[in-house]
């Protein structure tokens, strides 16, 4: 299982610690695997993008009207995180939804 996150994110780290056993790519340092983000699109929509961060709140207006997939890409900050890759299988954020399809207590 794959955490793609931030290193220093608390929501990151509490699903790491949850899978031991998981390894976490820091999306700011190593970046995404081509066709993740692609993929991952594809199946969450504008819900991959955190419009609630810090990040979004200080983008311009134009900026903020961009091609979701190019924000991402010059920002990574901006994807709601955990982005969680299991067999081929993907999952967004950390809530009760999340952990109960992953197994987590």
């Not at 983000?37 to 991959?48: N, S, V």
């Not at 955990?82 to 954020?93: H, S, V, Y």
């Amino acid at each position: 299982m794959k955490i793609y996150g931030l290193k220093n994110c608390d929501t990151c780290r509490k699903a790491l610690k949850q899978f031991p056993d998981s390894s976490l790519v820091d999306i700011r340092a190593d970046g995404m695997p081509d066709g993740l983000l692609e993929a991952a699109y594809a199946e969450f929509g504008a819900k991959l993008v955190n419009t609630r961060s810090t990040t979004w709140r200080g983008l311009s207006e134009a900026e903020r009207g961009g091609e979701p997939l190019a924000l991402l890409r010059t920002h990574p900050a901006l994807m709601k995180r955990p982005l969680i890759e299991r067999d081929g299988e993907l999952f967004l954020g950390w809530d009760q939804n999340t952990r109960a399809a992953l197994g987590a207590a």
